[in-house]
Structure formats: C-alpha cells, structure tokens
C-alpha cells in the first residue's frame, strides 16, 4: 500500500516540526483572508463610487430653485450624510464647455480616494467656488446675469445664472466702502457665513476699497478684485460676487462660458432680426448685432469685459428705441 510520508521541517534552534498538512492550511487559510479583505475592500471602493457619484449628482439637483428666473439673489443650503470635499473643474471648450462636480466624503475618517470619485457634468450650470470646499453644510445663492436698468449696467439681456457656493466652515467679512446695494443685499440675503460686522475670528476678509488683513480687495469702481490666485476684473455685481467666492482660473474659464453662451444667443437674436424684416421692421440694428457677436466670440480674459460692456450698453439702447420691433 502506498503510504505519504510526513516531511518534517527541522530548525537548529529549537526542533520545529511541521507537518505537509499543517503547511497546507496555514497557505489555504492565508489565501482566505486574502481574498475576504480584497473583496471588502473592493466592496468598499464600489460603495465610495456609488456615493460620490450620489451625492455629486444631488449637489445638481439641489442647485435648481436657485434657477428661478428672478432678479434678486436666491439661496439654498445644502447638506452632506458626511464631511465632504467638493471640486469643480472648468472647461471652455466646444460650443458652451462645461463644468464637472466631484465629491470625496470621509468614511472611518478619512476621505475616499479620488480613483473612487465620479465626475458629474454639467452645461448649463455656472458655479462659482473654490476649489476644493470641504464640510458637512454648504451654502449656495444666485444672480442673474443681465441687464437690470439703465443706470446699473451688466448685460443687455439675461446670459444665465450665476451660482456661487461656499462652505459653512468659512466665514466671510465684508468691510471697507461697501456699496450701499452691496450692503442692503447682503443683510437681506442673511446668509450664515456673510458677515457685515462682528465678524468671527478666522473670517476670509473681503475689503471694498483700502484695509488692512484682506483676503480680497474689491476696487468697485474699477470693476478688479485681487486675491492671492490673481487679478480678474468685472462688471456689475453678479460677477463681482463671481470674483470674490472662485479662484482666478476657475473665474475666467466660468467667464469664458459665458460669452459662448452670449454667442449663441446673438445668432438667435440675429435671426429674429431677420424674421422680424421680413415681416415689416425696418431694423437698423442688424451690424450692431454682428459686432457684439465677434466680441464675445473672440473674448480673451476678463479684461475685455470693459469694452463688451460699453457695447453692450449700446446695444441696449439701440434696442430700446426699436418700438414694437424690439428685439428683448
């Protein structure tokens, strides 16, 4: 009869003996526990994908009272199940680029590996943060940008709304010359972290004219805000906010967004025009009209927002003076 030998292992120091079947369960039971903690941790990754891409997508879903159409600024605030990261990242590429929502949450403390985290896109939306925010609360408000009046310039007719989201574990101060309207609706925003006194220690400084510790110093007049990211520069105050709550780059690539939106809503404009000759308007503001499309097609940066301004302004009067052949 056959027989299996047992194999014995010996050691000088001590005489350790281990027979094969013992050597074989300790190789058996390892590859076990190797396969139990590689399927909880894939397990687990699959867990941090699904709730980041959750709550990415909730975080969109969330931002669409902010939509409403309405002049003045509204707000929501948003909650997370756990402490959260938020990034966004801009591209101005194709006909309306478009901007991506990524969250990390932290799970047994500590936050979720980014190979986890699922990128949401989004066209239409154009928020201004940041990047990356990090809490449990987050808080959003709105404005749209558009021309409001005469005396008060931003845009000849609505482009879109701006959306600009901070974390509730960032205060913000607004001191120095405020403008009174910027003043007014700050107060009646009364949102948690905006501050116009008894600011909290640690509070991010926004100084509207000269101070001292700024974070952000808003020239209002001069429609340029500077902050450690850089410089950008604005008109009205729908991208003054726009300014004061994203990174530089993060600000000219919303800006940029924007005016490829104009863009397309001038071919739209144009072709109104067109239908409404045809129907017995005599128009005259047709050239006006191709020219305020190549400037927002060939905007550079923030710069050029001045001399869109001016033209936009123009065009807005030209249009105003149309009668019943108004275009807007």
Known sequence: ??????????????????????????????????????????????????????????????????????????????STPSETKIYLQCSDSGKFGNQKIMTRQKILGK???????????????????????????????????????EEDYEFPFKIADLIYLTSSDENYCFKGSIPDEIEDEV?????????????????????????SNCDVEVNYNQGEIEKDSGVVFFEGDALMYAGIFSDADEYECQLSRLMKRAEQLMIIYQEKNTLDKAQGCSGGIESDLIIFGNLVRNFGNSEDIFVIGDYAERLNKLNSNQGTCRLW
């Open 1 to 78: 009869m056959l027989q299996f030998q047992e194999i014995k292992m010996t050691f000088k120091k001590g005489q350790l003996n281990i027979s094969f079947g013992w050597i074989f369960a300790i190789i058996v039971g390892a590859f076990i526990i190797f396969l139990v903690i590689y399927g909880i941790t894939k397990f687990s990754g699959i867990q941090q994908t699904q709730q980041s891409a959750e709550t990415s997508r909730s975080i969109e879903v969330l931002l669409n009272p902010l939509e409403t159409g309405f002049e003045t600024a509204q707000k929501v605030t948003i």
């Open 111 to 149: 936050y979720s590996d980014e190979e986890n985290s699922v990128n949401v896109t989004i066209i239409s939306r154009y928020i201004f943060s940041e990047s990356p925010i990090e809490g449990k609360n987050f808080f959003a408000f709105s404005k749209p940008y558009e021309f409001p009046s």
């Open 187 to 211: 107060s009646e925003l009364n949102q948690e972290n905006l501050f116009l006194e008894d600011c909290p220690s640690g509070s991010i400084n926004v100084c509207f004219g000269s101070g």
